[in-house]
């Protein structure tokens, strides 16, 4: 082990973030730009009978007024969906309506004008007839609305998708002590990233190249969407780059129509031409999350083991479907119904719909928050059932340490894990015994107080591209990382990765000092631009450090192998007899050290050429593609503490605890940031976020009057700690740690309300827990008295 | 966020402001933390603005009459000042987040009169005048209705005057938060001075849930001369069920009207609770 990884080292990123002076695309500006606004329906659901765009057109400083008819005459393609599960019915959709508008915000007309206020004053010229037509709305709702989104698809269910052990199932639920059921919604959310989303485009007609600059999480894979697919520009001819990017959450993800739009005008005016979101465009054209009415059972004996689950889930996709939508509720989903527990009877059930609404895909976490919900929740109802603490019930059922590599009913196979291991710290680090003594006597005191335990898990590093291809996916999930060490020592690495505030210039410094034993301030982590990173899978599903981070380890060792058959020849050793020593970065022949040859040696030797062994090139650069041989299994155990006020319903978070194994830890303040950031974002569904759409298809909560972020004055001071079970099926060990506060604190908070009122029997209360619903249920348990 | 096109105006005065918008039309722009969001959506095209952020109206002066609060002070400040009610500090201290308060200013605040805001019930408490380039007006005159005020067209809020906390009183203000706007889903303000452990003078108001902010006479004239405990503060309370008309109670999807009207009484008797432990 190498002296940076696992230490603490602040974030290379932060002072220009911190400052102000991050590099984003609403920042940029290019001579003789021009700026694009977005006509948007105000309907959910309605025939565009005609679009008037004279008096826009006739505005001083409109360049013009487009709509979906232009790109339909100048060939350009629909909007291609990545993830194609068997039977999958996939609506077109191009980047202009041209027919039909299916949501509120849904894209009519643009408008290219010299200011970006005339932009937005010609937009209120544009006249367009519609006829409102009646919204489907409701994940389930929807098959029953009498409305179809898309002609051609019968009931709105665009895709259904099973997976589990039947038979073990129907054994499970014929031979239960005790069947615990419950139905959920878990809500919609809208990702709200800080940075809006944002484009600019340049086109130079002489070499017929175009440069745009985007919001992506993936950009090189964007490319290839835009090439293959919407505006078809020759690869070669298309630079991508996707520079600071203020958080993604996975809304980032997806192409976007706007990143057709705004080149498609660049080119065709022939000026630069630049788009930015606004908020309020955001919340009703970025992809949202969640959105899953769930039917679920789960069966169990009397001495609290776990024998079967059964889950049947409608995951609405909105009116299009996104990039990668289906795998969300698929194969991100139903896969993970095991939780951390041996649960021999698993079967899930889905139907991908499709609604009135916004389009729906990953969203932190993306389906495995989901299915920890749907377990987590189950197994506080089963362990209330049999009076047993949650805790306990848990540990009952936990797949044993010596289990692994475990292989589920739904089709994972665990890499490994020590779940007993977690609780016992998350018991130790919550004095959890402590916990509930306190808890008990202030019940006796009156006080609502509730204790919330959940144990998640999640499949993150996606994806073994084989495994990829068979699920459905277009693409597969290697990532590239390349390292370019220079004559003077110095060293490039290159990553198909993309940071959108996960920090990965420090972590991947860090990983590479350590592999060549020099200062990370010698290396730059370059992502982002595709003129320089030639292919690349980008950053979701928390795999850009066991993915991306891997294939950077490939490659310096192919460096080191090429460094070591340099140094034998300069020292005149035998190949077999060379050292590296990671601490001082050296090759040295075995047994003496002071005949050796540094790294910047090494290096120079390289580039100059004089003196190399016979049949070796000149240069020192590697790459690598690195395909990931499994998923990692992060996995976690958290407690909380709330009190919950009688007399309002307003919920206090008081405590919380949060224990996560992601394999090893290449920096610690950065995996404790991810972790807190993505408890934050998971309590923010369990008590304050939802999208609310009304029967006709308006989002009420379209702005953040009316959307509840979650704020720092709602949380206590977050205590985390963590065990340690590296991945065995990746270099480093790691597993991923972006997304597993979020799976884990939603459950955790839930369940803690539950608890706290438990006594007053009620059960369930579907997310988030606001006030009033709390206050309801509160007052219904009384019987309508205090 | 791009507004529609609109003249702009900096008034040296606040009568050189009156004569601007009464010739250009338009509306003031003071902190701009109401006016502008509602620009930028488009839903607001005032034409033209007159800016009266820079007048000599920022401050807190104190007399032998009481505390005058010029009209530009901001919320922070109000929320900063020892020499203000209690109730009056505490509510602004609750606006928004640190950045409205930094910017929204009180003056611009009561003008717009928006239901959720918490100043005008704190006012209404406080038995507060409203101070304007014309005339001086009682609080319970000043708020009308629904973003509704008695200002006439033109007319321009200068300070605001209350009396300082006299001697055996104290004043609260408690909130049930919209939160996500952090505006008021149901405010109640209390002054309530206390002689020997009985109630010798009250002042209450609910705001949030109805229009306009409301004062609570039943809760008053339930308060004066009885002692005060908690059975007494909660019947109390509770009368402000009496000055509530149902049919006038906002709800929405923070908040329906059944339930803000549940909450009235139990935020109206932490207000009382808490005036009553500054009182002595």
Request: hydrophobic fraction near 40%.
């Amino acid at each position: 082990m190498g002296s940076y990884i696992g230490k603490s080292m602040k974030r290379v990123e932060d002072p220009r973030f911190i400052q102000g002076k991050g590099r984003y695309v609403a920042n940029l500006t290019l001579p003789g730009m021009a700026y694009l606004a977005i006509k948007r329906s105000p309907y959910a659901h309605a025939k565009i009978n005609s679009i008037d765009t004279s008096a826009a057109e006739a505005l001083d400083g409109v360049l013009g007024v487009f709509t979906g008819q232009d790109l339909l005459n100048d060939g350009v393609g629909a909007l291609p969906c990545g993830w194609q599960v068997p039977n999958i019915k996939i609506p077109v959709q191009y980047a202009l309506q041209v027919d039909k508008v299916r949501h509120v915000g849904d894209r009519v007309a643009i408008v290219v004008a010299e200011s970006p206020y005339i932009a937005y004053d010609a937009l209120d010229l544009i006249e367009v007839d519609y006829d409102p037509l009646p919204a489907a709305i409701g994940a389930k709702a929807t098959m029953e609305a009498g409305v179809l989104v898309h002609d051609e698809i019968a009931d709105n269910v665009s895709y259904t998708w099973e997976i589990g052990d039947m038979a073990a199932r129907n054994k499970a639920f014929a031979e239960a002590d005790h069947i615990v059921e419950l139905d959920l919604i878990n809500q919609r959310l809208i990702a709200t990233a800080m940075e809006p989303r944002a484009a600019v485009a340049q086109w130079n007609e002489f070499t017929e190249e175009m440069t745009l600059w985007t919001t992506s999480q993936n950009p090189n894979l964007t490319r290839v969407v835009i090439s293959a697919f919407t505006l078809q520009i020759p690869e070669h001819k298309l630079r991508l780059i996707s520079p600071d990017v203020g958080g993604g959450f996975g809304s980032k993800i997806p192409h976007y129509p706007e990143e057709i739009l705004v080149p498609w005008a660049a080119r065709r005016l022939n000026r630069p031409v630049k788009w930015v979101s606004t908020r309020s465009e955001a919340a009703v054209s970025d992809t949202q999350g969640r959105d899953h009415v769930t039917k679920a059972r789960l069966a169990i004996k009397n001495d609290g083991t776990v024998t079967g689950l059964d889950v049947n889930t409608w995951a609405d996709n909105g009116a299009y479907l996104s990039i990668v939508a289906p795998l969300i509720p698929t194969a991100f989903y139903i896969t993970l119904l095991s939780g951390l527990y041996k649960i021999p009877g698993i079967y899930g059930n889905m139907w991908g719909t499709l609604s009135n609404t916004v389009w729906v895909d990953a969203y932190r976490g993306a389906g495995r928050p989901e299915a920890s919900y749907v377990v987590e929740r189950l197994m506080d109802l089963a362990a209330q059932k049999l009076n047993m603490d949650p805790i306990e019930f848990r540990k009952k059922n936990l797949i044993p340490a010596e289990d692994f590599p475990y292989q589920t009913p739904v089709a994972l196979q665990y890499d490994s894990g020590n779940y007993q291991g977690l609780f016992a710290e998350a018991e130790d680090l919550s004095n959890y015994a402590q916990l509930r003594a306190d808890q008990a006597k202030a019940r006796q005191d009156g006080r609502l107080i509730g204790i919330g335990v959940a144990g998640c898990i999640e499949a993150s590093g996606p994806a073994p591209s084989a495994v990829a291809g068979a699920l459905g996916g277009v693409t597969g999930f290697w990532e590239s990382g390349s390292i370019r060490v220079h004559a003077t020592g110095k060293v490039t690495v290159l990553t198909g990765a993309h940071s959108h505030g996960q920090g990965h210039d420090t972590t991947f410094r860090q990983i590479v000092a350590d592999q060549f034993g020099i200062n990370p301030n010698d290396i730059d982590i370059s992502h982002g631009d595709t003129a320089v990173i030639t292919n690349g899978m980008g950053t979701y599903g928390s795999r850009s450090t066991s993915v991306g981070g891997s294939a950077l380890v490939r490659s310096a060792e192919k460096v080191r192998g090429k460094m070591a058959k340099l140094a034998a020849h300069l020292l005149e050793a035998d190949e077999a007899d060379m050292a590296f020593d990671a601490a001082t970065g050296n090759f040295h022949v075995k047994g003496s050290p002071d005949k050796a040859k540094s790294f910047g040696e090494l290096a120079f030797a390289a580039y100059t050429a004089h003196s190399l062994p016979a049949g070796m090139e000149p240069g020192l650069e590697e790459d690598t593609y690195y395909d990931p041989a499994n998923f990692t299994y992060p996995n976690s155990a958290h407690i909380a503490q709330v009190e919950v006020d009688r007399e309002t319903g307003q919920i206090t978070i008081q405590k919380y605890f949060a224990v996560d194994d992601v394999g090893n830890v290449i920096n610690p303040m950065i995996v404790r940031g991810q972790v807190v950031g993505g408890i934050a974002q998971g309590v923010g569904q369990a008590l304050w976020e939802g999208a609310q759409y009304d029967s006709g298809g308006q989002l009420v909560t379209g702005s953040l009057l009316d959307y509840t972020m979650p704020r720092a004055d709602g949380f206590p001071m977050i205590q985390t700690s963590r065990t340690v079970t590296p991945s065995p099926h990746n270099p480093l060990g790691v597993k991923g740690v972006g997304e597993m506060g979020t799976i884990a604190s939603t459950p955790t908070i839930v369940n803690a309300v539950m608890d706290a009122l438990a006594p007053l029997g009620v059960k369930h209360i579907d997310m988030p827990l606001t006030a009033e619903k709390v206050y309801a249920a509160i007052h219904a348990a009384n019987g309508g008295g205090h | 966020m791009y507004p529609p096109k609109f003249d702009y105006y900096r008034a040296a005065s606040p009568d050189e402001a009156t004569a601007l918008v009464q010739e250009h039309g338009g509306k003031f722009l003071a902190g701009g933390h109401s006016l502008i969001p509602v620009m930028n959506l488009r839903l607001a095209d005032p034409g033209a603005l007159v800016d009266i952020g820079r007048l000599d109206m920022k401050g807190i002066s104190t007399s032998s009459s009481g505390v005058t609060i010029g009209a530009l002070t901001t919320h922070a400040m109000v929320a900063a000042s020892g020499d203000v009610p209690t109730a009056l500090s505490e509510a602004a201290g609750k606006i928004g987040d640190p950045q409205v308060r930094n910017r929204g200013t009180v003056g611009g605040n009561i003008a717009h009169a928006d239901p959720a805001s918490d100043l005008p019930t704190v006012l209404l408490t406080l038995k507060a005048t409203i101070n304007t380039n014309g005339r001086s007006i009682p609080a319970d005159d000043f708020f009308v209705d629904l973003f509704t005020t008695a200002l006439d067209e033109g007319e321009i809020i200068t300070s605001v005057s209350v009396a300082s906390e006299g001697a055996n009183t104290g004043s609260a203000y408690a909130k049930l938060v919209n939160p996500a706007s952090r505006y008021a889903m149901v405010g109640a303000a209390a002054q309530v001075t206390v002689q020997n452990g009985v109630c010798t003078a009250a002042s209450v108001a609910v705001g949030g849930l109805t229009p306009k902010a409301t004062r609570a006479s039943s809760v008053e004239a339930a308060l004066v001369g009885q002692p005060l405990n908690s059975d007494t503060l909660a019947a109390a309370a509770a009368a402000v069920t009496n000055d509530l008309d149902p049919d006038d109670i906002l709800g929405d999807i923070h908040a329906s009207a059944e339930y803000r009207q549940q909450m009235a009484p139990v935020f109206v008797r932490r207000a009382l609770a808490t005036a009553v432990s500054r009182a002595s």
